[in-house]
């Protein structure tokens, strides 16, 4: 069955520093896509960062990368140059490629606070 | 924009009284999902639809219905709202780059 774990439910982190969410997955599929949300006080939830099972290269976007290691199924967020307007939950899914629906599964998620 | 809207967008109900959600997207898209979302589980599939009259359940479903006859809607059901269902709802569709999820504002629904 897939997985998602995240075993930080809470962080903190100094206005301009970098922080790693961390995220582990289970799954059996051979192909898979992760993903990584943020989602603010105000509630909604904002699509950040996709890496594919098969991509090369970890992923990146802006200040968001995804460190990847296919072997140790982990798919950690790294912010660089955290701002005030990261403190947010920050949740890790997962999609299986081979299901018919795009079935996503999601994390408990990490709650970042950037303190200035 | 993904175009998704949620109806109501709050709500206060007593339990054994029945509840409808609608969700509403302007995008066509074929996958539609029903998420609640509580803390310390994250976000939880009830139902999924992938088209008109097709619906599936997810791994949270028991107490939940749903229902989609418009490519545009999809309605979820409490047919008798208990207080475990008090949650948040999301709805979701699939689309983008990655066919990643673009998600609607969410309903807080209160069941006393």
Known sequence: AQKITQTQPGMFVQEKEAVTLDCTYDTSDPSYGLFWYKQPSSGEMIFLIYQGSYDQQNATEGRYSLNFQKARKSANLVISASQLGDSAMYFCAMREEETSYDKVIFGPGTSLSVIP | ?112
């Open chain 2, 1 to 112: 924009d993904a175009g998704i809207t949620q109806s109501p967008r709050h709500k206060v109900t007593e339990t054994g009284t029945p509840v409808t959600l609608r969700c509403h997207q302007t995008e066509n898209h074929r996958y539609m999902y029903w998420y609640r979302q509580d803390p310390g589980h994250g976000l939880r599939l009830i139902h999924y639809s992938y088209g008109v009259k097709d619906t599936d359940k997810g791994e949270v479903s028991d107490g939940y219905s749903v229902s989609r006859s418009k490519t545009e809607d999809f309605l979820l059901t409490l047919e008798s709202a208990t207080s475990s269902q008090t949650s948040v709802y999301f709805c979701a569709i699939s689309g983008g780059f990655y066919n990643e999820q673009f998600f609607g504002p969410g309903t807080r629904l209160t069941v006393l």
